[in-house]
């Protein structure tokens, strides 16, 4: 069973920046699409950005986007989501999740445990 597990989370304050990753147990990210996504408290679970395995990008959260940028590196076998400009509103657990697939398609079918991200003074 593939297992993906996310790291960086933590306090910050609005304005500050984070940068979460995306790693792999025991496989090879190199051949799939990985996405971020969000839920805030309260709030349905919500498409962040996806990356292929080609490193083409996909932006599916307006207030993200100019703010967040989400890369990969197949050599250190991990995804990043570098989030800038943060504000309260991104407060929430991110979780990556992989795509059986070269693209970002369809749902995905493995989801890490999430890293809490909140956004305060």
């Known amino acids: 069973q593939l297992k993906i597990v996310e790291s960086g989370g933590g306090l910050v304050q609005p304005g500050g920046s984070l940068r979460l990753s995306c790693a792999a147990v025991?496989?090879?990210?190199?051949?799939?699409?990985i996405g971020w996504f969000r839920q805030a408290p309260g709030k349905e679970r919500e498409g962040v950005q996806c990356i292929s395995s080609e490193g083409e990008s996909t932006n599916y959260a307006d207030s993200v986007k100019g703010r967040f940028t989400v890369s990969r590196d197949n050599a250190k076998n991990t995804v990043y989501l570098q989030m800038n400009s943060l504000k309260p509103e991104d407060t929430a657990v991110y979780y990556c999740?992989?795509?059986?697939?070269?693209?970002?398609?369809?749902?995905?079918?493995?989801w890490g445990p999430g890293t809490q991200i909140t956004v305060s003074s």
């Open positions: 999740a992989l795509y059986s697939d070269l693209e970002c398609w369809g749902t995905p079918s493995t």
């Open positions: 025991r496989f090879s990210l190199e051949y799939y699409a």
